[in-house]
């Protein structure tokens, strides 16, 4: 399918109407091909062609998968590990106008016969714009940007030690880069304007969050200030994501380590939760309403693990009570509420 431009949507008051920018789906691999809406046992719809889709195993431990329309199809990065860019072994072989194909899938990621697996889809800009102009210190950069929902992907070589600037295409400053080397092994950096003095996470191992090389973020750029996280010739990506009234929000909460945990206000019902501790080692826990659509929502991924879903119930695993306004974490589970202060990205 192609990737030319579309239109952004939103919803009757002008915000971003969440399904039309970001869905989950369920399914289970067929070890051949298929597309989605017609994906062996699918759950949920995606009425929108994406331009970042992240799969994962549910019923296996293997690792996360994620792919964008700027880097192109079948590139694959993994959230959970250092490695970088797969450029042939997993097969998403194309973004569709309501949603992607997968083919063979020879790494055994993506499309494992009877296995089952989810997808979360984020619709961006189509496809990508020249940037280089605009930026400082890269050889070749690319965009795709949908400020209606908060959300863009930039890819960039960098040409230099010097400081490095990245428009990010958005009309309001980010609260989360998340930052990846594709052309080798580097950390999944996960800057964030939101935890005070722990501006740096890291979303592929469990370490607490620190301030080092933090970049600083402002209506038009991206900036690291010293130079960029990687050295001169390197290649790498930035999902950017800023706080969208009513659509999408990055905050921060006090665990109080109680069963009646914090109750956080997004201004919206989460149908995903992306949650991290920032003083503590801990997993990144991933909630969704598309695998647990009843309250409470649980039966979690983790972003920095190959681990297969945990299907455990109770006070004492990783769970949020959704409302019309925000969520609960109502356990007492050390990776969404034991102490301290936690990050999180809500999407409705």
């Known amino acids: 399918m192609g990737l030319g431009k579309r239109l952004i949507a939103t919803d009757a008051a002008g915000g971003a109407d969440g399904s039309a920018n970001f869905q989950t789906i369920t399914y289970t691999g067929n070890g051949g091909s298929q597309s989605t809406n017609s ?31 700027v880097r192109g199809p079948t590139k694959e990065l993994q959230p959970d590990s250092s ?68 959300f863009s992907i930039v890819t960039y070589t960098t040409n230099s030690s010097g400081s490095v600037v990245i428009p990010h295409g958005l009309n309001s400053p980010p609260s989360v880069a998340l930052v990846k ?38 209506s038009t750029n991206l900036t690291f200030q010293a130079s960029d996280p990687f050295s001169s010739g390197s290649s790498a990506v930035i999902y950017f994501f800023a706080d969208i009234a009513g659509y999408q929000k990055v905050g921060s909460y006090t665990a109080n380590g109680s069963t009646t945990g914090p109750s956080v206000t997004t201004g919206f019902e989460p149908r995903f939760l992306l949650i991290k501790s920032v003083d ?18 649980e039966n979690d991924l983790k972003a920095n693990s190959t681990a297969a879903e945990q299907t455990g119930t109770g006070n004492n695993y990783p769970q949020a009570t959704t409302s019309a306004t925000g969520f609960q974490v109502n356990t007492t589970d050390g990776a969404v509420n034991g102490s301290g202060t936690y990050i999180y990205l809500a999407i409705a």
């Open 39 to 69: 994906l062996s046992n699918q759950s949920g719809t995606v009425n929108f062609q994406p331009d970042m889709v992240w799969i994962k195993s549910r019923s296996f431990q293997q690792t996360h998968s994620l792919f964008d329309s």
């Open 181 to 218: 080397r594709t052309d080798s092994n580097s950390d999944w950096f996960f800057y964030n304007t939101v935890a005070s003095g722990k501006g740096r996470g890291f979303l592929n191992n469990t370490s607490a969050f620190d301030n080092g090389g933090v970049p600083t973020f402002d």
């Open 280 to 297: 503590n080692a801990s997993n990144w826990i991933i909630l969704d309403k598309a695998r647990t659509p009843n309250n409470p929502m």
């Open 83 to 150: 490695s970088f860019q797969d450029n042939s072994s997993v097969k998403l072989v194309s973004f569709d106008s309501n949603g992607f194909t997968l083919d063979s899938d020879a790494a055994g990621r993506v499309n494992v016969n009877n296995e089952t697996f989810v997808a979360w889809c984020w619709k961006g800009g189509g496809s990508a714009t020249d940037i280089t102009s605009s930026s400082t210190n890269v050889s070749a950069a690319s965009r795709s940007a949908n400020p209606t929902s908060g």
